[in-house]
């Protein structure tokens, strides 16, 4: 099987669940959506892993060069994470998780949704003069050089 977002277990019927791949972070974000989805996917047969460090770091820098970092919970990382330690396919609706996952040329699939088609670019737009430049990474306390006002992050279009 393979790793598997909040998505999945939220939506999957548990019988698709079973021998999962999750993240011991993800039950405390389950207990805030429903307690009791929560306890029936602690009672299924599902692998509960931590990532390690080196995966963690490879996962946020992976977001950072997306310019998808700031926009990503500590779960989402981790799950990122999981797909670098494991090498495995992250099943996720999360648009910014699957950007992250594209550029970094790992494998995902929808668990509901379509998913994205192609690698996002952020763009940094000024909000006070207008300017744009593409963003090499998510910094969002970035200030326009030209003006001086703070820059926000928009997705490039095509």
Not at 12 to 20: N, T
Not at 95 to 108: M, P
């Amino acid at each position: 099987m393979a790793i598997l977002d909040t998505a999945a277990l939220l939506a999957w019927p548990v019988e698709r669940l079973s021998k999962g791949i999750v993240a011991t972070s993800q039950l405390n974000e389950l207990e805030k959506v429903s307690v009791e989805k929560a306890m029936l996917i602690e009672s299924i047969d599902l692998v509960w892993i931590s990532p390690d460090e080196i995966n963690l770091a490879k996962a946020r820098n992976a977001a950072s060069n997306s310019g998808d970092l700031t926009k990503l919970s500590a779960v989402d990382i981790d799950l990122i994470a999981l797909c670098f330690q494991l090498n495995d396919e992250l099943f996720t609706d999360d648009y910014r998780i699957q950007n992250t996952l594209t550029k970094a040329g790992k494998s995902w699939k929808s668990v509901i949704q379509k998913g994205i088609d192609d690698v996002w670019v952020w763009m940094q737009i000024c909000t006070g003069c207008g300017k744009s430049k593409v963003s090499k990474s998510d910094n969002k306390d970035s200030m326009c050089s030209h003006c001086g006002s703070p820059l926000k992050l928009k997705k490039k279009k095509r």
